[in-house]
């Protein structure tokens, strides 16, 4: 059973960066691909990005040349680097074995002056 925790978000201006962590348990980690979904307050949670075990990447056409989608299969870890965030950005941003109902615990990001 993989497992999956979430770290990096926290409170950020608009404009800024923030780089999201998501650290797998579990020999599968290499072969399957993992992906973000955020939810913002009263919104229902949407795809962010989402990679291949290796390294294809796909995103939501809104959010192309501002977020990247890395892993790093020996450290079993998938990346997502955020810049140029926006107040609408704030959410709950969550990791997930794609395809599956395997999620982390979700962590906030909050873009606020």
């Known amino acids: 059973q993989v497992q999956l925790v979430e770290s990096g978000g926290g409170l950020v201006q608009p404009g800024g960066s923030l780089r999201l962590s998501c650290a797998a348990s579990?020999?599968?980690?290499?072969?399957?691909?993992m992906a973000w979904f955020r939810q913002a307050p009263e919104k229902q949670r949407e795809f962010v990005a989402r990679?291949?075990?290796?390294?294809?990447?796909v995103y939501a056409d809104s959010l192309k040349g501002r977020f990247a989608i890395s892993r790093d299969n020996p450290k079993t870890t998938v990346y997502l680097q955020m810049n140029s965030l926006k107040p609408e950005d704030t959410a709950v941003y969550y990791c997930?074995?794609?395809?599956?109902?395997?999620w982390g615990q979700g962590t906030q990001v909050t873009v606020s002056a």
């Open positions: 579990g020999s599968v980690f290499r072969y399957s691909t």
């Open positions: 990679i291949t075990p290796g390294g294809t990447a």
């Open positions: 997930n074995r794609f395809d599956t109902d395997t």
